[in-house]
């Protein structure tokens, strides 16, 4: 009998982030709303949206992406 072999995992973050442990966001409901949109005017997940703006905060951004 043979087993069907499972699909690679999709991993939306990027190589080498820790994902096992999240960080918790609390935000105002206004606030949600404005990540939300973001998110869906750049085809990306709140996540990936929240990451950015941490890194842009930090400086750690590298000049040139989005």
């Known amino acids: 009998m ?11 973050a990027p190589n080498g982030a820790i994902s096992e442990r999240p960080i918790a966001l609390r935000l105002l409901p206004d606030e949600l709303a404005r990540v939300k949109e973001k998110a869906d005017r750049e085809q990306r997940s709140m996540a990936s949206v929240y990451r950015l703006a941490v890194l842009r905060d ?9």
């Open 2 to 12: 043979v087993k069907p072999t499972l699909p690679a995992r999709r991993t939306r």
């Open 58 to 66: 930090l400086g750690l951004m590298e000049k040139g992406q989005p």
